[in-house]
């Protein structure tokens, strides 16, 4: 059984940070990818971020420069460094893991991937 566990979220104020984790019970962590997508009211599902195997990114085009992803295999642990937030990146956002080794352009698309988290709330005000 799969289970991905988010955590991190809260509210802060426009220009601050925050931190989310995601925790992989039931998985083979370290040879597959990873991503963080959001969702707020009313609005598709986006892509934040992803990360293959070895390391490699990948960046959605609101967040390049402020966010960043990162795993460490030994914790089975995903995370998502956010700064400089604003209002706009106010959502859910959710962890997921992809069943299959996918190339750096795929890794922010949710197509590809088949676990999915609860989510933790991400709330940014001005």
């Known amino acids: 059984q799969v289970q991905l566990v988010e955590s991190g979220g809260g509210s802060v104020q426009s220009g601050g940070s925050l931190r989310l984790s995601c925790a992989v019970f039931?998985?083979?962590?370290?040879?597959?990818?990873m991503a963080w997508f959001r969702q707020a009211p009313g609005k598709e599902r986006e892509g934040v971020a992803g990360?293959?195997?070895?390391?490699?990114?990948n960046y959605g085009d609101s967040v390049k420069g402020r966010f960043t992803i990162s795993r460490d295999n030994a914790k089975n642990t995903l995370y998502l460094q956010m700064t400089s937030l604003n209002p706009e990146d106010t959502a859910m956002y959710y962890c997921?893991?992809?069943?299959?080794?996918?190339?750096?352009?795929?890794?922010?698309?949710?197509?590809?991937?088949?676990?999915w988290g609860q989510g933790t709330q991400v709330t940014v005000s001005s």
């Open positions: 990360i293959n195997s070895v390391g490699r990114t």
């Open positions: 039931g998985y083979i962590y370290s040879d597959f990818c």
């Open positions: 997921a893991a992809a069943a299959y080794i996918l190339s750096t352009a795929y890794l922010t698309r949710s197509v590809y991937y088949k676990y």
